[in-house]
């Protein structure tokens, strides 16, 4: 099974940044929406963001609004989660995935409609 890969994650201190990239080195992303998700020890995973296919659409959890910003770069076959002002509570590790039947994120916060999850980037927030 064919499956994606999220790099970017580290320490870094509450107010901090990151970048997460996630690509796909076997299959093209261009015709998939992708989403971000992330679980933190004994916490279900929960949807972060998504982008549509194109870039045209992006959407965003509460928690995360204003914060994060979810790109693509299908020339170069990968999605971005930029990562700013983090906090403690941000902590978890992140996956990717790619929408199974969907190109613009309908129903992205849910986590069955996704598949080709990638193995995850840790991110801790701490001082």
């Known amino acids: 099974q064919v499956q994606l890969v999220e790099s970017g994650g580290g320490l870094v201190q509450p107010g901090g940044s990151l970048r997460l990239a996630c690509a796909a080195s076997?299959?093209?992303?261009?015709?998939?929406?992708i989403g971000w998700f992330r679980q933190a020890p004994g916490k279900e995973r929960e949807g972060v963001s998504c982008?549509?296919?194109?870039?045209?659409?992006?959407y965003y959890a509460d928690s995360v609004k204003g914060r994060f910003t979810i790109s693509r770069d299908n020339a170069k076959n990968t999605v971005y989660l930029q990562l700013n002002s983090l906090k403690p509570e941000d902590t978890a590790v992140y996956y990717c995935?790619?929408?199974?039947?969907?190109?613009?994120?309908?129903?992205?916060?849910?986590?069955?409609?996704?598949?080709?999850w990638g193995q995850g980037t840790q991110v801790v927030v701490s001082s």
């Open positions: 982008v549509s296919y194109n870039g045209g659409s992006a």
């Open positions: 995935a790619t929408h199974r039947w969907n190109r613009l994120c309908v129903g992205w916060e849910y986590p069955d409609r996704f598949s080709s």
């Open positions: 076997e299959f093209t992303l261009d015709n998939d929406a």
